[in-house]
């Protein structure tokens, strides 16, 4: 499955680079975040508790951040393993541009799905992840601009 969208956020693209680069304002953003922890400069542990359909589960994963071609580009990719609800990995690729005072955010993300999970169907999982996906960057440019007022 695939994803992608823009967002604009008023803050400059360094602020919003670094909030990509922050795991408190991650932690606040990814919705059923439970636990963040930065393990390295680039490594990541996440559990989140999450809700597709019928099926509900707590995920414990990996993730691995690239920001080597920061500001403008962000990498991360991850994996992570909600038992006998299945497992989930995937990535996403970010990409921040100036455009007047705001800072375009624009990501393409692919998913894969195993287990109970991937029984549920592609539309309700298409449809879960675009609107969690949502909620996420929607919630990012609120604590980002917030934060920076």
Known sequence: MELSDEIEISVPVQTVYDALNNVDILKKCIPGCEELVRKSDNQLEAKVVLKVGPVKARFSGQVTLDA??????????????????????????????????VTVLSYKAKAEIGGKLAQLGSRLIQGTAKKLATKFFKSFSEVVVEETA
């Open 68 to 101: 080597s071609r920061g500001p403008e580009k962000f990498s991360l990719s991850g994996q992570g393993n909600g038992g006998a609800a299945g497992f989930a990995k995937g990535g996403a690729d970010v990409t921040l541009s100036k455009k007047g005072n």
